[in-house]
Structure formats: structure tokens, C-alpha cells
């Protein structure tokens, strides 16, 4: 079997259970190609049969070995949708977040994806919470959920450099960030949140008609000592103190 003309052989022969043992052989030796396409030759002869759980795990894993997440992820959700009591279940149940976690698209794109990938880890941590895997879980979910976060605050950003160009996007600015904040608690951004909401607070003040300009003071005032209090060492607060100077020389006038 080791040679291309055993595997030849192999691909013409009709003896299904020499496919298969032949398949986890390559499997085990990483030849994913190999092992992928002896069990999708097999995979019909074994339906409705004790092995065809194996089948559809093993051909989930070699996709997983190719890096093909996607195709993985759909292989293990066939096997839930089968068998979802069946002995792999606790692995087919991690594996379809573990494979949306390896295939997140950068946080500039679409983060479809990223939203499947906690949808099905939120849905194992609830099924499996003392699971082996379940702190794995845990782990690539929070990094997901970072993943959108910063998502959220490259958004932030651009409202904030877009200033008032066609409105008021100061505003956008400071809801965006409040807004993932609110909905992503524990993300790893919370410090450069928190000032995209002082600094857009800031320029809202600055740009403020008169009838605006002192409650707009004392909200970002309030907001400066927030900031202050939350982040003492944060690479922003000598900015953050030359706002407060100014807040305050408003106030007093």
C-alpha cells in the first residue's frame, strides 16, 4: 500500500473493507488525500451500517488534515444531524467551533463565520461543561468574541477619523464603541473602547453649539474621570488630562 501502484490498485478494487482499513492506514500515516478519497468511494457501501459513524468522522478529520475546515465542519454536522447520541458526538460538537475558530476570516471581512464558530461552542459548553474539551471552548470562543470586538472598533476608528464629514460621526463613533462594550464584555479592547468613546465625547463637545456646550462638559467630564479611573496607565491619558484641562476651562467660563 505503500506505493502509487498499490494505491491504483486500491482505487479499482471492490472489496470495501480493504478500502476502508486501507483509508485509516493512510490516515494515520497524514496522507489526508489518500484516506479522503478511499472513504468517500466506501462511504455508500457502509450507510445505515455500525461503521458508518467511523466513516463520517474519519472524513471529517482528514478534511481537518487538509485544512479544509469548511468541508470538516459540514461532515461533522452530517454526523450530528445522524447520530446525535452517536460516540462521536462530543467530539463532532467541539470540532465544528474548533474548525469555524481556524477558518475566522480577518476581522476587516464578513465575520459569518465567526458568529457560527460561538453558536456551536456556546451550544457544547451548555451539552459537555465538564468535557475535556470544554476548556478549550472557552478559550477559542473568547478569541472569537475578541475577533468581533475588534471588528467593532475598527469601525469606531473610522467614524472618528471621518469627523463631521457628512454628519455627525463623532456620534457613530461613541455608539459603535459603547455598543461592543456592551455586547462583548470581556473582549481584549475595552481600554481603546473606552477612549474612542472619551475622545468622540470630546469632539462632540468642542463642535457643540452653545445651548449643548455645558451639559456636554459635564457628560464629558464625567466620562474623562471614567477613563481615568479604569486605565491610570493607560498610553492615552496624557491626552486625556489635556482634554480635562479644556472640559474644565469650559466649565469655569
Request: hydrophobic share 30%.
Amino acid at each position: 500500500m505503500t506505493g502509487c501502484g498499490d494505491y491504483q490498485k486500491l482505487l479499482k478494487s471492490h472489496d470495501p473493507d480493504l478500502k476502508y482499513e486501507s483509508a485509516l492506514a493512510y490516515f494515520n500515516e497524514g496522507k489526508y488525500s489518500k484516506a479522503l478519497t478511499l472513504l468517500e468511494d466506501v462511504s455508500p457501501y457502509y450507510k445505515g451500517t455500525e461503521r458508518a459513524q467511523e466513516v463520517i468522522t474519519y472524513l471529517a478529520r482528514s478534511y481537518m488534515g487538509q485544512k479544509q475546515y469548511t468541508s470538516a465542519a459540514s461532515y461533522y454536522e452530517a454526523y450530528l444531524r445522524n447520530y446525535p447520541k452517536g460516540r462521536y458526538a462530543i467530539e463532532a460538537r467541539f470540532h465544528i467551533g474548533h474548525c469555524y475558530y481556524l477558518d475566522a476570516p480577518d476581522a476587516r471581512l464578513d465575520q459569518t463565520d465567526t458568529r457560527k464558530g460561538i453558536t456551536a461552542f456556546t451550544q457544547f459548553v451548555e451539552l459537555y461543561p465538564e468535557s475535556p474539551y470544554a476548556e478549550q471552548a472557552y478559550k477559542e470562543m473568547a478569541e472569537l468574541y475578541d475577533r468581533l470586538a475588534y471588528k467593532e472598533l475598527l469601525n469606531a476608528k473610522l467614524y472618528y477619523n471621518l469627523g463631521t464629514y457628512l454628519g455627525n460621526n463623532y456620534l457613530s463613533c461613541e455608539i459603535t464603541a459603547k455598543n461592543a462594550m456592551k455586547n462583548y464584555p470581556n473582549n481584549s479592547y475595552q481600554e481603546e473602547l473606552s477612549w474612542y468613546i472619551l475622545a468622540a465625547k470630546y469632539q462632540q463637545l468642542i463642535n457643540s453649539v452653545d445651548s449643548k456646550r455645558r451639559e456636554r462638559a459635564l457628560e464629558t467630564e464625567d466620562e474623562y474621570y471614567n477613563f481615568k479611573n479604569d486605565y491610570p496607565e493607560s498610553k492615552h491619558l496624557k491626552e486625556a488630562e489635556k482634554m480635562a484641562k479644556e472640559i474644565r476651562r469650559i466649565l469655569d467660563s
